[in-house]
């Protein structure tokens, strides 16, 4: 059982006491047809007891609700809050399978979405208005700021702009994170100004979020700790795929075009992202900074190994060792690192300003350069969009990953044509696979493919791809295709399980 | 015959006087290979008189150089380099026949780009450098500052990064001119500041380009007008696409998401673009302004109609008759009008802050809301990308806008799938043809295509698409396709000259 002292450590406001309440008793609030935004992003900071009371309350009482997260959650939320029916609609991001599932059956309406662009939507009245925000904080100031937790995400903005506000206080959540926040709204268009980050480390907002403490209509006290990172360790793909970036960063280098301390970087959720950011440790590159979405392992890595000056993100997820490691010596880190909204994370205006290099993974790229990160055969969601496109449209450098081959080989991640377009040609610099690099800048689509030919793609099905691109040249246009063969790939592996000819 | 009071009114840095010379001297300092910015911005403000030497001398002495304009070009400078066989590389837009036809046939090498980021590819070596720009100027003030003319475009980042300048002094410019535009560099990445652009009528800048009077190698004297738009009239189809947009527009004002003023907007280049705005005039909103790229007929319609406060621009693009009236006025409109650099007129940070209402054109939209703006049947280039990313993506409300019906209903705008995507479904939240309009905000995939489907699609094709989507549904997925029949209806058109099943 809490004590006292610990509460009031957390809950600085006291008439908040007056508002604490069992999980099923916040959950009871909510109504049927409500949008509701909830915390959580890349698993960390998310609700985690209200969600489950919500599942639980639905099982007698069924409803269902508009959910709005920051991005992915963790403690399977999404997977519980699908199996009891509570979704109608959720955006603007997914990672749970039991929920794709149903996306891609058609029960739940998935608005897949940038980022950086769910808050202006509810800001702008194009999407709400938002009935309810459950939010994670690890305190409640004296006035009735909130303290975020791990991740920042879109729950700043869901307190301010909700109607109401249900907060999780979790006590398993270090106090250390105060401090670690910059919480800043930029204003209503079309008068708003400029937004004041001029660098990775730029301070321009407050360490809560300031709302109105009447609006916090219950408190509920959680003890559960963030879902650990599920991001798969690094093989000799991703060593691969890290360590051809890494000579094309020293070749830029070289150039002139940038120096060793390169310009802030990015890095997409994942493990091959992780491994590329974990391989600068080894380079020659140092005072590196992100300007990133999520701070993974690699970010913590980069730091220890003395890498790194400093790193601003939406949230951290880290792995169980490396969380065991960061969070007790969290104080350490504090000065070196920023949460923000992830409006701001992922800013087209601060990314652009930056001159961020920017890596994110794509799940199937074709021969002109045109990326895949989300649908695969072009029609079954993976996890969606995220914060890719803020970063890669916007980037100084815009650069994705892939393994040249997937399921063992029956898969080439480089095909003639992608079957769904995320990013397109313009937005994507440099390919990368384990293969090798292909450098697509200034090139005109034919150069881009061969490019993309002779450096990306697996031995196995390079005269398969050369053979599509020489017969679709014979038939001209800037853009060559051969439209009816186009998915033939995609159509061979579903008819015979490989897309190998 | 020019006389001396005439040139020194253009001239004001008499040194400049030696450096005048003949169209064809200028030229020959041209070297094969080199790299060549030259100003022209929607056939506004092209050089006139050095392209043409460039190919009278190419008969001789034939070179080829990769040549960098703001835009399109007029006076058929394109058709021209083309034939002489002058052009290697040409970005990041076009929209000439002859150009058209050889970068289809992989002769040219095009690079499409966001209009907006040309500059920033040359300001950081990832190309160029830049040996020469050849830019039209109205005049060269005391300290060899350059005076632009209609347009902007990327001609002042051009002569700041060219290593030597070639001036063509276009005595039928209007010296009004002079006072118009604001011209104003973003410093060099990761140490930018914000750009201080707030309202559609900040100034933030110089009158002119500031630059080293000792880069300019050359001057030359032209006389010779703009080529006036080739913008089609407005037609019933236009016409309703246009009424059934602003009933849109109404809406929103209804439900207090905008008032009357509305938000910034911008206009693609287009017949179907400059008839919306246009149809402005007729409605209830007043006191609106223009952060667009091209201004057309429309914007002075609108102004003339006492509906438009301001126009922001990098170019200014009009009919004879429109011309006519407005350049003899200049005046009258100049603290009314600011050109800007393409670069700022298009900037992401600048879209997003002011919250623009975009409208742009596609050739195809598929039944998700994809658009396809460039390719036909997804691989013969029409004429580019151009701006229309730099809003769309970063627009408050993104509108494209296309007739349901093209080549006397042989083909349907409205496909199953595009084959080219250069606006991705995320960037499109409203689609409008004469038919109808979607609204496609906070929709998902399923949803999308039942509003453009019952909405956009020409009847004649309704059911087909129908069906298409219906028996894409039995097989599943967020977004359901056939990807054997995606591109069918491309084939068919291919195969028996229509769409038509």
Redesign the interface.
Known sequence: MLNNDELSERIRRPELFDRIMSPRQAADLLNDGMIVGMSGFTRAGDAKAVPLAMAERAAKDPFRVTLITGASLGHDVDRILTEAGILA?R?PFQADPTLRAA????EV??????LS?TV??IR????GPLDYAIVEAAAITEFGGLVPTTSVGNSASFAVLAKKVIVEINMSQPLALEGIHDIYF?SK????????I??CESRIGFPYVPIDPDKIVAVVITQTEDSASNIERSDAGTDAIAERLIQFLQGEVK???LDLTL??LQAGIGSIANAVLAGLADGPFHHLKMYSEVLQDSTFDLFDAGKLMFASGSSITLSPACAARVFPRLAEYKDRVVLRPQELSN???VV????IIAVNTALEIDIYG?VNST?V?????MNG?GGS?DFA??A?LSIFVTKALAKGGAISSIVP?V??????E?DVDVVVTECGLADL????P??RAQAIIENCVHPDYREQLRDYFDR??L???????L??E??SW??RRVATGSMMR
Chains 1, 2 share one sequence.
């Open positions: 609609r955006m996306i891609n059956r058609g309406m998935f608005i897949d979405q940038h662009e202006e939507h702008s009245g194009q999407l930029p268009r079309p008068t708003r100004s400029p937004i004041p001029v660098a150039q002139g075009r310009q802030p800013h087209p205006e652009r300003r930056l001159g045109n649908h055969n072009g029609t079954h969601m969009i496109g449209r916007n100084y044509m079957t769904h377009v995320d990013h397109t313009h800048r200034e090139l005109a034919r150069e679709a040249c038939r001209g246009g800037h853009t060559p295709h439209l009816e186009a998915f995609h159509e």
